[in-house]
């Protein structure tokens, strides 16, 4: 081939500067024409007819291939052989199954020595790609919960994240972006909607995002809102979707029923379409109770709350009939569309409205437990336990506004019962049974609280919805939690807020455990079996105190109400991260691989 002579100046194999081609590279430095490890260093490449060795040093620029750069594409870069005069010295270890294969004759070369590794993830087509921190030692198979699974990888960097595993089926033919995208917001949706925590929200999108092959999504969940982004690559436009929760309800059988879907994504590689069909049928099942049954197990609730701070068999039947009708009421305002707010309002009015009907009749009935036991079923401990966990695990926005509503919730609560014992008082002043000295907590017989526990978290998995074989577990782990309080707060006379904090704890720790064995959500094992826990006789006595105008030991009930709602909260979600501090980490071979957290910020 003729010389150019504004190759020769160049230094190039083409116009304008365009470095060598691939194959020409590798003869360059490899082959028998000038390569380093070569045997004719006088040979010429293909430098437009100037020998290497003649060639200026200003005018030579280094090939591509040897120069570092701090930036890796997406796919990775070219991954050269290393010369025979140079070691590997990486310190970052590779998984075993990305570790280059040492043959017998190459045990003893400088290339793969035995034991020693390259820092690079060997890429098929001769591309590497080294995140900076090196290669997480990251299984992706069916060994955990596939949100332990998805956690993990969740608050990686992009870069670090192990590219998707998934084996592509005859009948597919690659990722469809905008349906996948779709089937993964409808599936955060389903999730958000049913009380699940936004971190577990977000690890069942990425799973369901990742399993169809889209490495490079960040999911984000807020209260009200869903959105998910995807980028093909660094070049490529970002294609980002959005869907709004309009409406929020307990169906924790349909809860059950999309964790088992995501884990059939994440594990078992079902198809798109397998996966769209799943869904729909979730969404065509009805509620496995229907309404009167809710209704029952409303009464059946506040009859249980009432029993276990000493009411008999008539505080018993007067506070399930007030709860029923509570429900009722509640039932008819959300069918005019009139807001939660006052559907609780409504809610508590019937069971104070008993309870001021036995005071005013100097009945022998403890009136107060009848009042309490009301107040059991309109708690919003489902709500408080989510948006704490929610701030404990860094999404401030979205336990912001769970928090808010349980504060309008609970003030709706505080109007019902508020206005029904203002006109009590007003008819009678005195209304000696409904006495804030009248205290509950003096009450301790262990068999019949004990009974009475299990049964209000029997009634409470029946208004959750939940499935029939979480009901035995959920229910003794309700008996279990109020036997530990009873036994600190009773025998070992601790104060109530530890005392409840470390029983709510057991109750995460239970639920957890039993969500891990059987790859499902931990909600059905724990929301009920808090039932027990709640602050029903102190949120009445501070609500009674603020009717007779105490407003100081009305402060001060309130707020023991409040603690006693902050340590349910914060126990259920310690014995939640116990459980996954003791337990190994799905697929961590060495510290550290597991769920990253946010660094300390020291109030800065």
């Known amino acids: ?51 290497e060795e003649r060639r200026p040093e200003e005018v030579r620029k280094p090939h591509p291939e040897e120069v570092r750069s701090a930036f890796t594409p997406p796919l990775g870069v070219p991954y050269p052989p290393l010369p025979e005069d140079e070691s590997p010295t990486s ?21 793969a020595p035995p034991g020693s590794t390259t820092g690079q993830t060997p890429l098929p087509g001769g591309y590497a790609f080294t995140p900076p921190h090196g290669v997480p030692l990251i299984s992706l ?76 999504v960040e999911p984000t969940v807020t209260f009200t809102l869903l959105s998910i982004s995807y980028q093909p690559s660094l070049v490529d436009d970002p294609v980002t979707a959005s869907r709004t929760v309009r409406r929020r309800g307990v169906d924790y059988t349909r809860l059950s029923a999309v964790f088992r879907l995501v884990d059939d994504i994440t594990s078992e590689g079902i198809t798109l379409e397998e996966a769209y069909r799943g869904l729909a049928e979730i969404r065509r099942n009805r509620h496995p109770y229907p309404s009167w049954a809710l209704t029952l197990a409303s009464g059946l609730l506040s009859g249980g709350a009432s029993m ?87 999404y401030y926005i979205t336990a912001s506004a769970r928090l808010l509503e349980v504060g309008y919730l609970i003030v709706g609560i505080v109007v019902g019962v508020l206005t029904v014992l203002y006109f009590g008082l007003q008819l009678d002043p005195g209304l000696k049974r409904l006495s804030p000295q009248q205290s509950l907590a003096a009450y301790n017989v262990p068999v019949v609280q004990i009974i009475a526990s299990m049964l209000l978290a029997l009634a409470f998995c029946v208004l959750l919805q939940q499935e029939r074989h979480t009901v035995l577990f959920a229910t003794v782990n309700g008996g279990v939690a109020w036997v530990v309080y009873g036994a600190l707060a009773n025998v070992a006379h601790v104060n109530a807020v530890p005392a409840t ?104």
Do not use: C
């Open 501 to 604: 904090a470390i029983a709510a704890g057991l109750v995460g720790l239970f639920g957890q455990l039993l969500s891990r064995y059987r790859y499902a959500s931990a909600l059905p094992y724990v929301t009920a079996a808090i039932g027990p826990l709640l602050p029903g006789s102190a949120t009445y006595f501070g609500l009674l105190n603020f009717a007779q105008g105490n407003m100081q030991d009305g402060l001060t009930s309130l707020i023991k109400a409040v603690s006693l709602a902050l340590a349910i909260a914060v126990g259920v979600n310690l014995g939640s991260e116990t459980a996954r501090l003791f337990l190994r980490a799905p697929g961590a071979e060495e510290p550290g691989a597991g769920r990253r957290a946010a660094k300390r910020t020291r109030g800065f």
């Open 141 to 216: 198979t069916k060994e955990a919960p596939w949100q332990d699974r998805m956690r993990t990888m969740l608050r990686m960097p992009i870069g670090e994240r192990p590219v998707p595993e998934r084996a592509e089926r005859a009948d597919e033919t690659g990722p469809a972006v905008p349906r996948v995208l779709d089937l993964t917001l409808r599936i955060g949706e389903i999730l958000l909607a049913g009380g699940e925590g936004a971190e577990d929200v977000e690890a069942a999108m990425f799973g369901v995002a990742h399993a169809y092959g889209l490495e490079r």
């Open 1 to 51: 081939m003729a010389s150019d002579p504004e190759r020769g100046q160049h230094g190039t194999n083409g116009t304008n500067g365009t470095p060598p081609s691939g194959k020409d590279a590798r003869r360059a430095r490899n082959g028998s024409g000038g390569g380093r490890s070569g045997g004719a260093r006088g040979g010429t490449a293909d430098h437009g007819g100037i020998p």
């Open 308 to 394: 276990l701070v000493g009411g008999g068999l008539l505080v018993f039947l007067a506070a399930a009939v007030g709860s029923m009708l509570g429900d009722r009421l509640a039932w008819l305002a959300s069918g005019r569309g009139l807001p939660e707010f006052y559907q609780f309002v409504v809610a508590a009015m019937p069971p104070a409205a008993m309870g001021v009907a036995f005071g005013l009749v100097h009945a022998n009935v403890q009136a107060s437990a009848v009042i309490t036991g009301g107040l059991f079923a309109l708690i919003p401990g489902r709500a408080l336990v989510a948006g704490v966990q929610d701030g404990l695990t860094g």
């Open 91 to 111: 310190e970052f270890a590779l998984p075993q199954g990305l570790r280059p294969e040492t043959h017998a004759e190459e045990e003893g070369s400088a290339f």
